[in-house]
C-alpha cells in the first residue's frame, strides 16, 4: 500500500469513491436536502474548493488504484476517511490515520462521524464529545481524538 498527497488530478475518481462508499454506508444520516448539501461539499467542485482553501488530503494505493482517503480541514478537523468497501476491514483507515498523524503531529483531533463510522473512529481512539447532533440535515455525532 503506497500514501501520498492527493491534487486536482485525484478529484474525479477521490468523488466518485467517497459518492460510492457513502452511497452504501452514510445515506440513511442525509435527508434528501442534507445529501444534497454533502455531494455539493465535499464531491467534485466542493473538493476543488476545499483543496483550494488548504484542506490536506490523502490517498491510499494499491498499484495505481484509489482505495482509500483521508482529509482534514486545518487545523484539526478531519473532513473525510472513506475507504472502498472492497477493502474494509483490512486496516487501511487506520493506516491512513496514522499517515496523516505522521503528517500533522496533532495534539487533538475533532470528528462529525457518520452513525456507521462511530465504531471505526473510538477503534482509533476518539471519545463521543457531544450529543448526535443534525448539521445541514446531515445526522452526524461529534467526537474527540487527544493524543494525550
Excluded at 93 to 116: C, R
Excluded at 124 to 143: R, T, V
Aim: aromatic fraction near 12%; glycine fraction near 6%.
Amino acid at each position: 500500500m503506497d500514501f501520498r498527497s492527493l491534487t486536482s488530478e485525484d478529484i474525479e475518481v477521490a468523488s466518485r469513491l467517497i459518492e460510492s462508499v457513502s452511497d452504501v454506508f452514510s445515506r440513511r444520516d442525509f435527508s434528501e436536502k442534507g445529501y444534497k448539501n454533502f455531494k455539493e461539499n465535499v464531491l467534485d467542485n466542493g473538493m476543488r474548493k476545499n483543496m483550494d482553501e488548504g484542506f490536506a488530503y490523502w490517498g491510499a494505493f494499491e498499484s495505481d488504484t484509489l482505495v482509500g482517503l483521508i482529509a482534514i480541514k486545518k487545523p484539526n478537523h478531519l473532513f473525510n476517511l472513506f475507504v472502498h468497501q472492497d477493502y474494509h476491514h483490512k486496516g487501511i483507515a487506520s493506516a491512513l490515520w496514522n499517515y496523516m498523524l505522521s503528517q500533522l503531529q496533532l495534539d487533538t483531533v475533532t470528528v462529525f462521524s457518520s452513525s456507521h463510522a462511530v465504531g471505526l473512529y473510538e477503534a482509533l481512539g476518539f471519545q463521543h464529545s457531544g450529543d448526535k447532533i443534525s448539521n445541514e440535515e446531515i445526522i452526524c455525532y461529534p467526537m474527540l481524538w487527544s493524543l494525550c
